[in-house]
């Protein structure tokens, strides 16, 4: 099995949100209209394509751009200069494929290009998320905080591409298309 990553266009936009209504338990609920903001607002919109169908997504802001959202918020707080993960889905037909980490490469590859110096996203601790904690784990992600939204409690995560917030990690591959597990 191969997979392709692109842009994501909005012809792409009914998948996406298929994909992302399927594992909403582990994000947040979108519509078509929500999508089209946060697009608005992503400068990282990548889908993962497998035989011509969409597998997986990821949506990245940069810092400074208008998101009104409490963990961006937080994150726009603490750091000067940063990508934000809103939401990476992979489709439960191709979990543990390597499409998370197909994607987060080839976001790496975009932050560095662009001279950005960490990669922040959260995933929830109540209620708990573990296969995304051990993802985030993997690709060099720590806790840099928490925080209560409600009845969730989120863990709040930074990957430092080149030592300025903490760590480094590994991110220099730059493989957009590439075989996957399974």
Not at 2 to 29: K, M, Y
Request: some cysteine.
């Amino acid at each position: 099995m191969t997979a392709l990553l692109r842009d994501a266009v909005a012809s792409d936009h009914d998948a996406i949100v298929a994909l992302n209504a399927d594992e909403v338990e582990h994000t947040s609920a979108m519509d078509g209209a929500r999508l089209r903001e946060l697009a608005a607002l992503a400068r990282h919109r990548r889908v993962a394509l497998v035989d011509g169908e969409v597998a997986a997504f990821l949506l990245a802001m940069p810092d400074h751009v208008d998101y009104r959202n409490d963990n961006y918020a937080w994150f726009s707080a603490r750091y000067e200069r940063f990508a934000y993960v809103d939401r990476v889905v992979v489709g439960a037909r191709w979990q543990g494929a390597g499409i998370g980490s197909l994607l987060y490469r080839d976001l790496f590859a975009w932050v560095r290009a662009h001279g950005i110096p960490a990669v922040a996203c959260e995933f929830n601790l109540v209620p708990p998320n573990e296969p995304s904690r051990a993802f985030h784990a993997r690709h060099g992600f720590v806790e840099v905080g928490r925080q209560w939204l409600g009845a969730k409690q989120v863990s709040m995560q930074l990957a430092a591409l080149d030592g300025r917030y903490g760590t480094g990690i590994d991110a220099s591959s730059t493989t957009i298309a590439g075989t996957l597990h399974g």
